[in-house]
Structure formats: structure tokens, C-alpha cells
């Protein structure tokens, strides 16, 4: 009988999608060499909505979301494959501590574990039109924390780690020039 409570157990944390702190490195380390230029991942915090388009993919982790932002850095560095682009939204700069108690702190730690990665900040709006966008057909793996601190999703857009843009401009060019 406690065998078949576990397996319930367990089968239900799979199903809801929440993953313990172990489970979702699990999880990106197992999704990862599935992952290619176009796919995203997504470090959310608490009141990030569950969306809907099919290539979306929703977990929850009882985990500090510094440390999944850091986990997520160190299996992306591990890659050769792919390689990310990294968004913060621009709204957190001015959220106010009386608004958000530990918001200063937040923006500290963050910018201590980004300090070696270069970070785009652009309106919540505008990072999330390019996520939508890329629901639609390529694959979004969301890690959505308990954090509740608001515009503190942090945003990886994943690109070909080893095909640069100067890369690609010299392919057509050449290609152009062919004709």
C-alpha cells in the first residue's frame, strides 16, 4: 500500500508538472541536446501566467530562482550546440522597494550571477511578444518559481552555438553572389 501511495504521489507531482530542485536540472539536463536555435527557456517567478500555446512547456520548482538562474547558466555553458541570448525585463530597475520588500536585494544577487553574461533589457512586453511568437512553433521550456517579486523573469533565447551571425551573412553573400 505505501509502495502505491508513493507511485501516486509521484505520478501526480509529474502530471501537475512540479518538480523538486533535483528534478528540474534532471529535466534541463535531459531536455537540453533537444533544444536548438529558436527554443527558449524561461526562469520565472511565482505570478508568471500558465500559457497556453502548444509549445509551451510549464514545471514548477520549489527552488530559489537565483540559484535555477544560475543552474540554467552553467548547463547552457556546457553546451557547444546552442548558446543564449539573455533578457531581463526593463521594469525592474524602477520597481520600488516599498512596493516590493527585497526587490534591491533581488537586482544585487541578479546582477552578480549575470555579471559574466551579457543581458539584454527590454520591456516585459516586448520580451514576451518574442516568446508568444515562438510558442507558436518551437519549443519554450518555462521554470516557473516561488518568487514573489514582480518583472523578475529572466529570459533565455537560445541560438546556434557554433554558427555565428557574421557566419550566416558570409553564407548568403556567397550564396548572392553565385547567382
Not at 59 to 69: G, H
Not at 100 to 107: E, L
Not at 148 to 167: E, H
Request: net charge positive; aromatic share 8%.
Amino acid at each position: 500500500m505505501k509502495n502505491k501511495i508513493i507511485a501516486a504521489c509521484i505520478l501526480f507531482s509529474l502530471m501537475t508538472g512540479i518538480l523538486s530542485a533535483a528534478d528540474w536540472k534532471e529535466k534541463l539536463q535531459k531536455e537540453l541536446p533537444l533544444l536548438g536555435h529558436r527554443n527558449w527557456i524561461v526562469v520565472a517567478d511565482s505570478a508568471y501566467p500558465l500559457q497556453t500555446a502548444p509549445g509551451i512547456e510549464t514545471i514548477y520548482v520549489e527552488a530559489d530562482q537565483l540559484e535555477v538562474v544560475k543552474g540554467v547558466i552553467a548547463e547552457l555553458a556546457k553546451t557547444k550546440h546552442v548558446k543564449p541570448t539573455i533578457y531581463t525585463d526593463a521594469e525592474m530597475k524602477f520597481v520600488a522597494e516599498k512596493n516590493a520588500p527585497g526587490i534591491g536585494a533581488y537586482r544585487d544577487g541578479l546582477a552578480k550571477v549575470l555579471a559574466n553574461q551579457p543581458a539584454e533589457v527590454l520591456p516585459h512586453e516586448q520580451i514576451i511578444g518574442k516568446l508568444d511568437e515562438a510558442g507558436k512553433t518551437f519549443k519554450v521550456l518555462l521554470i516557473k518559481t516561488p518568487l514573489t517579486k514582480p518583472y523578475t523573469s529572466v529570459f533565455f533565447q537560445l541560438r546556434c552555438g557554433y554558427w555565428t551571425a557574421d557566419s550566416e551573412a558570409d553564407l548568403r553573400k556567397a550564396m548572392q553572389q553565385s547567382q
